[in-house]
């Protein structure tokens, strides 16, 4: 095995902190990995990974090598292409993470045009509603949906959702159509949240000077894009969806907008990846193909 396969080996088991799934997500023997690991902390003279009964991490020297080869696998990959025209230049595996519904209904169709135009790229497509971690899980790039928190992580604005409140149109034959801040106490809103036992946020509009949330009561607390939606048709209550994931559904009649002039805050959309001083080029085509796709259903942010 030669020390550019070991490094390779060392990266995937740092990030997925095992050494039984690195070898499962590579295709190699769990010896192999086992085997490469200890040939790199020989020819270094240091413990790269701390291994004990639960799983696998690094130490502070494990850490710095770490951080050094994704630099130097990265810049790699770009020698490999730098002389090389047209698609054929790009190769190798791209890991990517994206909501259920971007991916199913923007991203999936129209993925068999860029594989055409990139035959030697591999994609492995997470889809998700959690948030990943990038790092630990071996992704190339995330597509994120809402406010970010602080991090390491680079950010790519891409632009943001607009927000429409939709109820089905049994819904609002049973409990009227909301028009008012004051009509909400009256009816039911569909509770989203990241992890079930979370507080809801409850219903958000912008009352003239700022966005403002307010509770409303609620049958049922769902922890998933598609089951928010599901709720929504069967008529369980009243959701704030980004316009392009519902449009189909309200031309169809299946939805219907409901308080149109309280609509919540437009909710940004990114592309993060970890930071590296040289991103790999098959990357940089991936998330320029993916902005371009994702612009004419995102409103451009301000400043």
């Given at each position: 095995?030669?020390?550019?396969?070991?490094?390779?080996?060392?990266?995937?088991?740092?990030?997925?902190?095992?050494?039984t799934r690195a070898a499962e997500s590579l295709g190699m023997p769990k010896a192999s990995m086992s085997?490469?690991?200890?040939?790199?902390?020989?020819?270094?003279?240091?413990?790269?990974?701390?291994?004990?009964?639960?799983?696998?991490?690094?130490?502070?020297?494990?850490?710095?090598?770490?951080?050094?080869?994704?630099?130097?696998?990265?810049?790699?990959?770009?020698?490999?292409?730098?002389?090389?025209?047209?698609?054929?230049?790009?190769?190798?595996?791209?890991?990517?993470?994206?909501?259920?519904?971007?991916?199913?209904?923007?991203?999936?169709?129209?993925?068999?045009?860029?594989?055409?135009?990139?035959?030697?790229?591999?994609?492995?497509?997470s889809c998700t509603d959690r948030k990943v971690d990038l790092v630990r899980e071996?992704?190339?790039?995330?597509?994120?949906?809402?406010?970010?928190?602080?991090?390491?992580?680079i950010v790519r604005p891409l632009g943001a959702f607009a927000i429409a409140n939709c109820a089905s149109p049994d819904y609002v034959r049973r409990y009227g159509m909301p028009r008012s801040v004051e009509d909400l106490a009256n009816h039911q809103l569909i509770h989203y949240v990241g992890t079930l036992g979370a507080k809801s946020m409850g219903f958000e509009y912008h009352d003239g000077v700022a966005y403002r949330t307010v509770d409303m009561p609620g049958a049922i607390t769902v922890n998933s894009a598609e089951a928010y939606q599901e709720a929504?048709?069967?008529?369980?209550?009243?959701?704030?969806?980004?316009?392009?994931?519902?449009?189909?559904?309200?031309?169809?009649?299946?939805?219907?907008?409901?308080?149109?002039?309280?609509?919540?805050?437009?909710?940004?959309?990114?592309?993060?990846?970890?930071?590296?001083?040289n991103l790999s080029q098959r990357v940089q085509v991936f998330m320029s193909w993916v902005a371009e796709l994702m612009k004419p259903l995102l409103l451009p942010l301000p400043g």
């Open positions: 095995m030669n020390q550019l396969e070991a490094l390779q080996i060392f990266v995937r088991v740092a990030e997925l902190a095992s050494y085997t490469a690991v200890q040939q790199l902390e020989s020819e270094f003279g240091t413990q790269l990974l701390h291994r004990t009964t639960r799983k696998v991490q690094m130490t502070l020297d494990g850490r710095a090598c770490y951080e050094r080869c994704k630099d130097l696998l990265a810049d790699m990959d770009e020698l490999r292409s730098m002389f090389q025209q047209g698609p054929q230049a790009l190769r190798g595996r791209l890991r990517v993470d994206m909501p259920t519904g971007v991916a199913r209904t923007t991203v999936i169709p129209r993925l068999p045009e860029f594989l055409r135009q990139h035959p030697r790229i591999e994609i492995e497509l071996g992704f190339d790039c995330v597509m994120r949906v809402g406010t970010l928190e602080d991090s390491s992580l929504c048709l069967a008529g369980l209550g009243i959701v704030q969806a980004p316009v392009s994931g519902v449009r189909h559904l309200i031309e169809r009649g299946l939805l219907v907008e409901v308080a149109p002039a309280l609509r919540a805050e437009p909710m940004p959309v990114s592309l993060l990846y970890a930071q590296r001083r």
